[in-house]
Nanobody, 115 residues
Framework: QVQIVESGGGLVQPGGSLRLACVAS????????MDWYRRAPGNERELVAT???????NYADSVKDRFTISRDNTKNTVYLQMNNLKPEDTAVYSC?????????WGQGTQVTVSS
């Protein structure tokens, strides 16, 4: 069982920045594929960003050039740096870990972009 805890959400004005963090348990964290998803009220869940075990990254078109996903295997942590935030980025952001054939996720953290 992998435990996942997200943090870093909050209220920010348009154009502002936030950094989300996701800590995942387990001694083999370096092998996990880590994803950030988000879900806004009334919307489908959206894959925002992925970082593989090898460090390759992928982003949704809606966040390219604004968001950056990174991982620190020494801290079992994945980050999502979000810059130039827009009101449409408002959502609950959740971290997912793919471990072999199993998928684990956390409770999520709320991000609200509003003036």
């Amino acid at each position: 069982q992998v435990q996942i805890v997200e943090s870093g959400g909050g209220l920010v004005q348009p154009g502002g920045s936030l950094r989300l963090a996701c800590v995942a348990s387990g001694s083999r964290f370096r092998l996990y594929v880590m994803d950030w998803y988000r879900r806004a009220p009334g919307n489908e869940r959206e894959l925002v960003a992925t970082v593989t075990a090898g460090g390759s990254t992928n982003y949704a078109d809606s966040v390219k050039d604004r968001f950056t996903i990174s991982r620190d295997n020494t801290k079992n942590t994945v980050y999502l740096q979000m810059n130039n935030l827009k009101p449409e980025d408002t959502a609950v952001y959740s971290c997912y870990a793919t471990v072999g054939t199993k998928i684990y996720w956390g409770q999520g953290t709320q991000v609200t972009v509003s003036s």
